[in-house]
């Protein structure tokens, strides 16, 4: 069995900064790729930025300078460095890792529970 716990979301001033912090857990053989994904009220989930085995990473166009991932491979956790927060980044934001639990088995993604952010006075 696999999980993935967030944390660090929250209220925040337009302009502040916070940071994510997902780390997944249980029978994990290898972990491909580790990213973040976020739904705000009435929208499709949406990408925000991933991060490979190989150390790529990849954001969507409006979080490019903004929002930083980062992966601690040893601790099967990725951050999420949000700064310069604007209203409309309030979203839910859910952590994905796509990995397998034995050797013999295929890549799946599996998701956490996701975490409000709000960016609001």
């Known amino acids: 069995q696999v999980q993935l716990v967030e944390s660090g979301g929250g209220l925040v001033q337009p302009g502040g900064s916070l940071r994510l912090s997902c780390a997944a857990s249980?029978?994990?053989?290898?972990?491909?790729?580790m990213g973040w994904y976020r739904q705000a009220p009435g929208k499709e989930r949406e990408l925000v930025a991933i991060a490979t085995s190989g150390g790529f990473t990849n954001y969507q166009d409006s979080m490019k300078g903004r929002f930083t991932i980062s992966r601690e491979y040893a601790k099967n956790t990725v951050y999420l460095q949000m700064t310069s927060l604007k209203p409309e980044d309030t979203a839910v934001y859910y952590c994905?890792?796509?990995?397998?639990?034995?050797?013999?088995?295929?890549?799946?993604?599996?998701w956490g529970q996701g975490t409000q952010v709000t960016v609001s006075l």
């Open positions: 249980g029978t994990i053989f290898d972990i491909n790729h």
């Open positions: 994905n890792a796509n990995l397998r639990t034995d050797w013999s088995a295929p890549h799946r993604n599996y």
